[in-house]
C-alpha cells in the first residue's frame, strides 16, 4: 500500500493493489436524519457499496434503505444516555471517542465532516480523504451565536470546552491527507480555520427528479427551517412592504411570530410532501434565499425546475447561481437590498429563459458529483 497513493502536496496516483479490493471506511458525524451530508453519504456508498460506515449516533428508523444495508459502527458515544436524540451534548467526549475507533486494515478512510469526523487515527499506510460538508459553524464563525442562544449553564461552560475543541480541530485536520470542500465559500473558511488547503467538489443534487412548469404562478417561493441563521424574518419583512405575494414553506422556533407579523400576501406552510415540493418550485415566480448557505441545495432544485433565484450573494449561493442568468444576488442581508433584489427581479423575469437555469443546474448532478471523487480519489 505505500505506493498507492502519492503525498498530500500532489495529486494521489492510481491505485495499484492487484486482485484485491481496498477496505473502505466512511466516517460520519451523526446519523439521525436525511439531510444534505446523509445524501452525499448515500452517493459515497454507491461508489463504495462495500464500505463500512463508522458513526458517533446512529438511529436506525431515521436513515434510509441505503444506509441502512451498509454495515455501521458506532462509536461509544451511542451507547449513553437519550444520545440518539441529545447528541450535541456530548460533542466535548467525540473527540475521544473518534480517537478509540480501531481502523485496522482499512486502505481508503473517507471522514465526512460537519460535526466531529476527521479526527479518527487510521494506518499510517491508509490514505485519509475529508469531504468536508463544512468546519464545525458553532465552534468557529458561529460560536457567538450560538453561546447567545445557550442556556445558562451551557454559556458557563462553552468558552472553556470550546477552547478545547477548537485546538483539537486543527490539530486534527493534519491527521487527514487530502480534503474537499462542497463549496468556495466552505473552501475559504477551511483554510482560515485549518490553514489547509481543498479541492472544490460540490455536493450531489438529485437534478433529474425536478422537472418545469408551462404554469407559473404569482407567488415567490421561500423553503427552509425557520430559525435565525436562515433569517426567514427578511423574507417576511421584504415581502410586508413589497405586498407582492410570497408562500414560506418549513417550520422552526420562529414560525409563530413571523405568521403573527406577516401581511396577508404572505401565505405558511409547515410541510409540504415531495410531490408538493417539486410542484412549487416548478411553479413559483421565483426562490427567495436570504441565509449564507455551506452550499444550499434549494437553490439548485429550483433552477432544475426552471425557475430563477433571487438571493443573499455570500456563501454558496455563488458557486450555483450566475448573476443576471439564473438570478438576482443582493449584497447585504437586510430588508431594503432584498426588496431592491426582488424589485430586479421583476425586470429580470421578461427576458429570463428557463433553459439557462435548468443547464445550471445540471452541473451539481450526481453523475457530476460521482466523476469528480473518483478523480480525487482513483482507487480500483
Partial sequence: MSALFES???????AILGQRKPRVAIVHYWLVAMRGGERVLERLLNLYPDADILTHVYDLQAVSARIRAARVRTSFINSLPYARKFYQYYLPLMPMALEELDLSGYDLVISSEAGPAKGVITPPNAMHVCYCHSPMRYIWD???????????????????????????????????DRIAANSHFI??????????????IHPPVETNLFTPSLEIDDAYLWVGQMVPYKRPDLAVDA????????????????????????????????????SALRRAYARARALVMTAEEDFGLTPVEAMASGR??????????????IPDRTGILFERQDTEDLIEAVDRMEYFLRHF???HAIEQASHFSPEAFDDKIRQFIPVN
Fill in 8 to 14: 498530500a502536496a500532489g495529486p494521489p496516483a492510481p
Fill in 142 to 176: 458561529h460560536y457567538h451565536q450560538y453561546r447567545k442562544e445557550a442556556n445558562w449553564l451551557a454559556r458557563m461552560a462553552m468558552p472553556s470546552m470550546y477552547h478545547r475543541l477548537r485546538e483539537w480541530d486543527v490539530s486534527s485536520s493534519a491527521r487527514v
Fill in 187 to 200: 473552501q475559504s473558511r477551511i483554510r482560515k480555520f485549518w490553514r489547509r488547503e481543498a479541492e472544490v
Fill in 239 to 274: 415581502f410586508n412592504a413589497n405586498g407582492l405575494p410570497l408562500l414560506m414553506v418549513g417550520s422552526g422556533g420562529m414560525a409563530k411570530a413571523l405568521k403573527a407579523r406577516a401581511m396577508p400576501n404572505i401565505r405558511f406552510v409547515d410541510h409540504l410532501d415531495f
Fill in 308 to 321: 430563477p433565484v433571487v438571493g443573499l450573494g455570500r456563501g454558496g449561493l455563488v458557486d450555483s447561481v
Fill in 353 to 355: 429563459d428557463p433553459r
